[in-house]
């Protein structure tokens, strides 16, 4: 029967007994016989006689059908590619993009890189011969500017559609406007088993191309009371072959305390393997999850909801589902963005459960109860572009000479008054004139490939003579928050390491005293280790720092230094997030054009400072809003960088001295 045939051929196991075969034999075994045993491999002639028939098909079927890895091959085989044409694959996360392209180039028996590429934000791994790409929708969205028909592609596949991301969504609009003149674009349109029928509608009725899944019962069962401390009934499950989604934040530990309980038990129970899966998880480290269970062995992956739908890993026979997601969220009046937990949707849920079933019958076992998940969960996650800052896409648009916004083809429109402001944000930025025209900054803030806060905060460091610094700043501000490593049985040593990279004046500052060093270390990975530094975030950072100077050309700014003068860095930082300035008053801390409360984070290193004046470069939502990566400014400042965004009167009381010294606030009452 196909079950074992599936267990056996990709060498997982489950607890039954099955046949052992040493990762040896099953590297043996052809890969194209695991091909042939994919849901999808009986419906390839039909699918590609579909794709002939017409320009636009839709695509659905079960996570783990084999959408992702097989339907682009299957074009190759067919000829799609003759004469050099490529076949786009769009993902919504990069790990994804990385994975599985990792994975089709091994079927391929191809070199990545070679024929079969990937490219995602920051990283670029195609070469002239690439004709089958992944990449994230953000990437092909900014292909757009520089190819706007996508001329060199024959088949654009829109994967994991129904994860409807902000580019994604952004991407069905210009796709759909391309097909109409380029009829010989091919343009597939996949999605796990969810609202499919919207997408057929949004494509002027394509047809839905569906694959029957091969789904086994997955029994479900519920908490009688409402949990309060998940992580602890994870371990109590006692799982195996299992898949527990939670946050990211909550992985390491979650990871940590199951090993540890193993090592309490010792032999009494069987080897457990414990295997983290997120986003920013070094991709070494996430080819471990796809590794076949040794015989005997048991699996517990502990993931975020990346494996939801975009990843598939065999042999999952418990989930266990805490029921909660972190959403982005954005309040249209103020522009503030931040992340939140919310319970994640019933929708959601169910795709969870579902990964219990893929190769036998499984169980899910959901922490929460069931009036929750009737109740407290929403029927689906509402769109992101319905919940997000859409400054980077408007800019992006408009460069693409899409200057009717209001009219743009959405799927689902986003509020009025989101647009309203990503436009009025751009315009106090400068990328926009009053008539709502790119300006000749916002071509050049649109060259680069980040947020439009940013971008200006690396043209104006042109003006400052300080983009040397600044193109530090930008990279380590992009490597977000994994720059310093607090192992938790070397706190002390970790914080003290931390402090000896403090100088005044903010976060920013900190940020770049570490690269500096870390530049002047030889890049050592030593002097990282033994300063609480991560050693890949910093790589990481430096990679992306490459990528921004060999950007700088283009949009003609010359990299010079400001010489250890860190004002001038400090006012192309304000250039670019005037928008984000609190000032002190009574009480705290208070955003100056919407008087909304904010903290300062209880790890910057302005902490106890607290300065009049400051800008943060992002806000967090978790037990208060706090700010995170914070910088002293003066006032004054914010007058010459945005003189027609602020009015001196609402900066009244300018001076930059500092507020007495807070009493009686501790890191833990604030943490
Ligand atoms: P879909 O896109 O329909 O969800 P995929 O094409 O991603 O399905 O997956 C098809 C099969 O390929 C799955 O059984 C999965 O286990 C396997 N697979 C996908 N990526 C990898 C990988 N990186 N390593 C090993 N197996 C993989
Ligand atoms: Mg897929």
């Not at 074009?75 to 050099?84: A, P, V």
């Not at 796709?175 to 609202?195: C, E, H």
């Not at 249209?332 to 795709?351: D, F, K, W």
């Not at 992006?396 to 989101?418: A, Q, V």
């Amino acid at each position: 029967d196909f079950v074992s045939t599936a267990i056996t051929m990709k060498g997982t196991r489950t607890e039954k007994d099955t046949p052992a075969l040493s990762q040896a034999e099953l590297k043996k075994q052809s890969m194209q016989e695991v091909r042939r045993s994919l849901p999808i491999f009986p419906y390839r002639e039909d699918l590609l006689a579909a794709i002939h028939e017409h320009q636009i098909l839709v695509i659905e079927g079960e996570t783990g059908s084999g959408k992702t890895t097989q339907i682009p091959q299957y074009l190759l085989e067919d000829g799609y590619t003759k004469g050099g044409m490529k076949i786009g694959c769009t993902q919504p996360r990069r790990v994804a993009a990385m994975s599985v392209a990792a994975r089709v180039a091994e079927e391929m028996s191809v070199k990545l890189g070679n024929e079969v590429g990937y490219s995602i934000r920051f990283e670029d791994c195609t070469s002239e011969r690439t004709v089958l790409k992944y990449m994230t929708d953000g990437m092909l969205l900014r292909e757009f500017l520089t190819e706007p028909d996508l001329a060199s592609y024959s088949v654009i596949i829109i994967d994991e559609a129904h994860e409807r991301t902000l580019h994604t969504d952004i991407l069905f609009g210009l796709i759909k406007d391309i097909a109409r003149f380029r009829s010989d674009l091919k343009v597939l349109v996949a999605s796990a088993t969810l609202d499919t029928e919207r997408f057929s509608c949004f494509f002027d009725d394509a047809p839905v191309f569906r694959i029957p899944g091969r789904r086994f019962p997955v029994d479900i069962y519920y908490t009688k009371n409402k949990i309060y401390c998940y992580k602890e009934q994870v371990l109590i499950m006692h799982p195996s072959s299992c898949c527990t989604f939670v946050l990211q934040e909550e992985i390491e530990a979650c990871c940590e305390l199951l090993q540890e309980r193993c090592r309490r038990l010792g032999s009494k129970i069987a080897e457990l393997l414990v295997l983290p899966i997120y986003a920013n998880l070094p991709s070494d480290m996430q080819a471990k999850i796809f590794n076949p269970t040794p015989p005997g062995a048991r699996k517990v992956v502990v993931a975020t909801n990346i494996a939801e739908t975009s990843l598939t890993i065999d042999g999952i026979i418990y989930v266990i589902d805490p029921g909660f997601c972190k959403q982005k969220s954005y309040n249209a009046r103020t522009g503030m963005e931040s992340l939140i937990v919310t319970p994640c949707s019933r929708a959601s849920a169910n795709q969870r459960a579902g990964r219990a079933g893929r190769v036998a019958a499984g169980k899910c076992f959901r922490l929460y109860t069931a009036w929750a998940f009737k109740h407290e969960m929403e029927e689906t996650t509402v769109p992101e572009i319905q919940r997000t800052n859409l400054g980077n896409v408007v800019l992006l648009l408009k460069s693409l000479g899409i200057n009717d916004l209001i009219h743009f083809d959405f799927m689902d429109p986003p509020p009025h008054e989101t647009l309203v402001l990503a436009l009025e944000q751009l315009y106090a930025l400068g990328a926009l004139n009053h008539l709502g025209e790119l300006t000749k900054l916002g071509r050049r803030m649109a060259e680069l490939p980040v947020d439009p806060m940013l971008s200006k905060m690396i043209l104006a460091s042109e003006q400052y003579k300080c983009s040397e610094e600044v193109l530090t700043i930008a990279a380590m501000l992009s490597v977000n928050n994994s720059i310093f490593y607090r192992p938790k049985d070397k706190v002390v040593h970790a914080d003290n390491a931390r402090m000896n990279f403090v100088v005044p004046g903010g976060d920013h500052l900190v940020l770049l005293n570490v690269y500096t060093q870390w530049v002047e270390s030889g890049y050592s990975t030593q002097w990282c280790y033994e300063n609480f530094i991560q050693f890949r975030s910093m790589r990481r950072a430096r990679d992306v720092r490459d990528q921004l100077e060999g950007l700088m050309d283009r949009i003609e700014v010359e990299v010079v230094s400001s010489q250890g003068d860190n004002i001038p860095i400090r006012k192309a930082v304000t250039a670019g997030y005037f928008y984000h300035t609190a000032r002190l008053s009574k009480g705290g801390y208070k955003t100056v054009k919407h008087q909304q409360t904010v903290y300062v984070h209880p790890n910057s290193s302005l902490f106890e400072e607290q300065p009049r004046w400051l800008i943060y470069h992002e806000l967090v939502f978790t037990t208060k809003e706090f700010m995170r990566q914070v910088i002293e400014i003066e006032s004054g400042w914010l007058l010459e960088v945005a003189p027609h965004y602020y009015k001196s009167k609402e900066l009244e009381d300018s001076s930059s001295k500092k507020m007495p010294r807070k009493q009686g606030k501790t890191k833990e009452e604030l943490g």
